[in-house]
């Protein structure tokens, strides 16, 4: 990271590209999870509470694999289960390890109110730092993911760090480290694309998935978190995969034009009311004129 | 009527006649506290660049805890004013001459607009402004507040309440910023009407002279 500060992307007034660009190892990571290896055994699970020391939740049974609904504010890493049915009537077991996606445009980040409590590191990983969190929940509006998630005792929010602790001195993730199939990967945003990219094609070439992607997502700018999905037209299929996530308008339209329009007019009322004084002063009281009942 | 031992400094040793009841002024100014917290904690969320204002009131978390509440105050503040009030905010034929002729009560032409009761239509356009304001504050607040009741599936009410609670915020705080100005800082009188309860018959001849007519026995009619 601190080679970012000495490598040159630009230089003015000079002839050619810059000396020693893209010489540098990239630094941008990325976490890629294999669908079509994924065995759903939850080992990730596991080692996901083990590293970051959250306590075993209850589990809850709905006629499926799947630990819990949906990721908790002490439960960052879930394996999404959904048995789908295909149109040759063959069945399909489908898992997805959910976590944070570590977007490159994060909507939580946008939403987020208080100063410093979302932080984007510059390979990429996305953290929360709970010690300026304020507990108001924007980050769950803002994230296209649904992975924020509100803790009631410590009134803050939490989620997935991609490991941030483990990855800065150089360790990967541990439900990386733990996985046994090997359907997880880490490493440089490039490399895991180019992995991804290549389990695909041999997916369409020789799987029969003729439909079979990386699923990268540029409504949010890409993530740091990819998938290899064998139907990548119908992410939906996959515990609910959004097909074209992006921080909502909604969110957008307040934190941009909304935000702009409203300071100014405050600042334009005040302006105006001051304004006003000075042009037309105070408004007094009148002596009762006894003979006038009526006006106008 | 004599002055009471308190001094006032704008009414002394005038005649003077009761205009808010002490249950009305008590409440106007708890709804007014709530309000001006509602106001720097929400700016505080606002914007980063007022971020600040939340650390003079206890830091982010303790205003993100209160906001909701002190919201809740404001609320039934504002109810319990419509409870008393909404009959004379009632807006009739008589305001709408008056709103006709608004551009003489903005330049201080008072002596040209048509009497006007007890409170007149810019009042009670603050007044309407500020309670259907509320309840959709309020309605939007409470997504917000418990947003993490909120299901998924139904995450477009999170998206709806963002936008409806900034953009009514807003415009009660523009209302708020003219009532300030208006009965605070411009209309002498005012102020002081809302601490005692009391205006001199002046004042009311000149300002709400239907409802003075109406409280001194000089009108025959209603």
């Avoid at chain 1, 997935?160 to 880490?186: M, Q, W, Y």
């Avoid at chain 1, 409203?262 to 003979?291: C, N, Q, T």
Wanted: some cysteine.
């Amino acid at each position: 990271m601190s080679q970012a500060a000495t490598e040159i992307v630009r230089i003015s007034a000079h002839p050619g590209p810059a000396p020693g660009l893209g010489l540098n190892r990239e630094f941008q990571v990325c976490k890629l999870v294999d669908t079509t290896t994924c065995i759903g055994c939850k080992a990730c699970e596991v080692a996901c509470l083990e590293w970051n020391g959250y306590k075993f939740s209850e589990t809850t049974f709905d006629n499926s694999y799947q630990t819990m609904p949906e990721t908790a504010w002490n439960y960052w890493n879930l394996i999404k289960f959904n048995e789908h049915e295909r149109e040759d009537g063959s069945l399909m077991l489908l898992m997805r390890k959910d976590q944070c996606m570590h977007c490159v445009e994060p909507g939580c980040l946008e939403a987020c109110p208080a100063d410093g409590a979302i932080v984007q590191y510059a390979n990429g990983i996305v953290d929360f730092q709970e010690a300026n969190c304020i507990g108001c929940g924007y980050c769950m509006t803002g994230c296209p993911f649904n992975i924020p998630k509100f803790s009631p005792e410590a009134r803050k929010v939490f989620k997935c760090t991609l490991c941030n602790d483990r990855v800065s001195v150089g360790l990967e993730p541990a439900c990386i480290k733990t996985c046994p199939t090997g359907c997880l990967h880490f490493g440089t945003k490039s490399e895991m694309k180019e992995l991804a990219e290549t389990r695909a094609a041999q997916l369409r070439e020789h799987s029969g998935f003729a439909d079979a992607g990386v699923y990268d997502p540029e409504g949010v700018g890409g993530t740091h978190v990819i998938y290899v999905l064998h139907d990548a037209k119908n992410p939906e299929l996959y515990g609910g995969l959004p097909k074209d996530p992006h921080v909502p308008i909604s969110v957008k339209l307040w934190k941009e034009p909304l935000k702009w329009l409203g300071s100014l007019a405050m600042v334009g009322g005040v302006v105006g009311l001051v304004w006003h004084y000075m042009r037309f002063g105070p408004k007094k009281e009148e002596p009762i004129k006894p003979d006038e009942g009526k006006r106008a | 009527m004599t002055s009471g031992a308190i001094p006032r400094p704008t009414t002394a040793g005038e005649d003077m006649i009761p205009r808010y009841t002490l249950g009305e002024r008590v409440n106007h100014w708890i709804g007014a506290l709530a309000y001006i917290y509602l106001l720097i904690t929400g700016l505080a969320f606002w914007s980063p660049y007022l971020f600040w204002m939340a650390v003079i009131v206890g830091g982010g978390t303790t205003a993100r805890f209160w906001h909701p509440i002190f919201g809740l105050v404001f609320f039934f503040s504002v109810c319990r004013t419509y409870w008393e009030w909404r009959g004379d905010m009632k807006i009739d034929d008589a305001d709408r001459a008056w709103s006709k002729a608004i551009g003489h009560y903005i330049e201080n032409e008072d002596d040209k607009l048509p009497p006007v009761g007890r409170f007149n239509f810019g009042q009670k356009s603050f007044f309407w402004g500020i309670f259907y304001g509320v309840i959709l504050l309020l309605l939007s607040g409470v997504v917000l507040w418990f947003t993490e009741y909120v299901p998924w599936e139904l995450r477009y009410l999170r998206y709806a309440a963002i936008l409806v609670h900034a953009s009514v915020a807003l415009i009660t705080i523009g209302l708020f910023l003219i009532h300030v100005y208006m009965s605070a800082i411009m209309e002498e009188g005012s102020f002081a009407s809302m601490i005692h309860g009391k205006v001199t018959r002046a004042w009311a001849w000149t300002f709400h002279r239907t409802w003075y007519d109406k409280v001194s026995g000089r009108s025959s009619s209603n």
